[in-house]
């Protein structure tokens, strides 16, 4: 089936830092989904991008759409403490609106 | 406005019971999908349904899972004679229409002893 790879897997942050993160796939999507998971929740909706190329920005967050469609990238800029969590990409073809989910990057913070 | 909610969040029952898994989706959402997540992996797409219907159930096993929606209430996830490897976290999540975006709920935790 389908798989979106994402990278790192896991990620140590510093307060202030900037953060980089992708998917990569081997087949095109459409639709590219950026969402945030914390312990014990669901995944909280971060960033949604619709055409090959876009920008797009949610606060301190980036999120690109790559151009042949199958990547994206998420940037965290001037880290917090609270974007501890796991992030995880999602890919949605147009027919059917289920989502193909990454493995996430789990983001901690430096010892 | 209330979001998705599922229960129970946390579900225990042993090998052979049957676990139920209830979702309301958000206020005028008529369309609900399935996903499990399996301990350090991301989320796997179940099912889709909508009102009454079963739109795309590419996601399920084929036995002893089962899921509907029906014209009133909640939809159920219905798993029979759980084993094991079935402990997972399922979300639904819940969208006005087919295209529009997801939104997820907080979860059940079943764990099978």
């Known amino acids: 089936g389908q798989q979106l790879n994402q990278s790192p897997q896991s990620m140590f942050i510093q307060e202030g830092e900037d953060v980089s993160m992708n998917c990569t796939s081997s087949s095109i999507f459409n639709t590219w989904l950026w969402y945030k998971q914390d312990p014990g929740e669901g995944p909280v909706l971060l960033i949604a991008l619709y055409k090959a190329g876009e920008l797009t920005s949610n606060g301190r967050l980036t999120a690109q759409f790559g151009i042949t469609r199958k990547d994206s990238f998420l940037n965290i800029s001037a880290s917090i403490p609270s974007d501890v969590g796991i992030y995880f990409c999602a890919g949605r073809r147009d027919a059917g609106n289920k989502l193909t989910f990454g493995g996430g990057t789990r983001v901690l913070v430096k010892p | 406005n209330a979001g998705v909610m599922q229960n129970p969040r946390h579900l225990v029952r042993r090998r052979g019971q049957e676990a139920r898994l209830r979702c309301s989706p958000m206020k005028g959402h008529s369309h609900v999908y399935w996903y499990r997540q399996l301990p350090e992996e991301g989320l796997k797409f179940m099912v889709y349904l909508q009102k009454e219907n079963i739109i795309d159930e590419s996601g399920m096993p084929k036995e002893r899972f089962s899921a509907e929606f029906p014209k009133e209430g909640p939809s159920i996830l219905r798993i029979q004679q759980v084993v094991r490897g079935d402990s997972a976290a399922y979300f639904c999540?819940?969208?006005?229409?087919?295209?529009?975006?997801?939104?997820f709920g907080p979860g059940t935790r079943l764990t099978v002893l």
């Open positions: 999540a819940s969208s006005p229409n087919s295209r529009d975006t997801q939104y």
